[in-house]
C-alpha cells in the first residue's frame, strides 16, 4: 500500500516549509535563497514528500506541461496597463513627471525581459503551481484569499527585517499596501491559473508586473516625492496598483467566469490511501 497526503496536510507542510526558509534566509544573498524557496520547497514536496514528482500526473497537477498561449495577452496587457495607468495618475496628479528615457533603459528592458521570467517562475510554480491547487478545496475566492495572505507574509521578513525591499516610507502603511496588493494579484494570477489550467500565464503576468512598474519608476518618471511615487501610490503596490489590480482581476473574472470553476478531482491513483 502507497500512502499519500491529503491536500490539506500537504498544503499545510508546504507553508511550513516556506514560511521557515523565508524568514531564515532574508537576510542571505541579498535575499536570492528567500526569491528560489517556492521552487526549492515545491520540488522537495513533489520528489521526496509526497513523490507526486515521479509521475506525469504530478507535473500536470502543477500546470507546468502546457503553455496556455492563448491567456498570455491578457496575462501581460493587464498588468503592463496597470502600471502605465498608475504613473499616468501620478503624472496627473503633479507627483512626477514623464522623462525621455536615458541609455541604460534599453539593456534594463532587455535584461529585465530574461530574469524576469525566471524568477516568477520560481515563485509561481509554488503559489500558483504547488499551492493553489491544495487549497482550491475550499472554494476559489478563499483559496485565492489564503494564497494571497501567504504570499504576502512569506515577503514579510524580507521587508522588516532588510533594507533591499520596500524600505521606504510609513511601515504600517507600507505593509498594509503591500498585504492588500498582493492578495489582488493572488486573485488576478490565480484567475488566470484556472482558466488556463497553466501556471504560465501566471509567470507571465508576474514577470509582466516587475518588469513594467521598474521600468515606468527607474527610468520614466522623474519625481520630488519618490516616496509617495514608488511606494504609497505609483509603485510595486501602491494605492493606485492596488486598485488596478483589483479591477484587472474582476475583468479578467467576467472574461474567463464560464472556465473559472473548479472540477472536482480524484488524484488518488489506485493503491494509495490518503493521509489525513
Known sequence: MIYRLSDGRAA????IAVLSLSL???????????ALSPILVTLAMMLVV???GWNRSGWERLGVLHAGWRYWPAAIGTNVLVSIAASTVVVALGYARFIKPNSE???AAVAMAITGPILAFAEEIGWRGYLQPRVQQWGISASLLIVGIIWAAWH??????TPYY???????LVVA???????AFSFLFGYLRIASDSIWPAVMAHAAHNWSFVLLTGYLLQTDHPVLVTE?????????????TAVAACIVFRCYRAKIDIRPQDDVLPGQRVIE
Open 177 to 183: 499596501l503591500f498585504v492588500g496588493s498582493a492578495i
Open 105 to 107: 533603459f534599453i539593456s
Open 50 to 52: 509526497t513523490r507526486e
Open 166 to 172: 520596500h524600505s521606504d516610507g510609513n511601515r504600517v
Open 12 to 15: 499545510a507542510i508546504f507553508v
Open 232 to 244: 504609497y501610490l505609483g509603485g510595486d503596490t501602491g494605492l493606485l496598483v492596488l486598485i488596478g
Open 24 to 34: 531564515a534566509t532574508a537576510n542571505i544573498a541579498g535575499g536570492l535563497v528567500l
Open 156 to 161: 514579510m521578513p524580507y521587508i522588516l527585517l
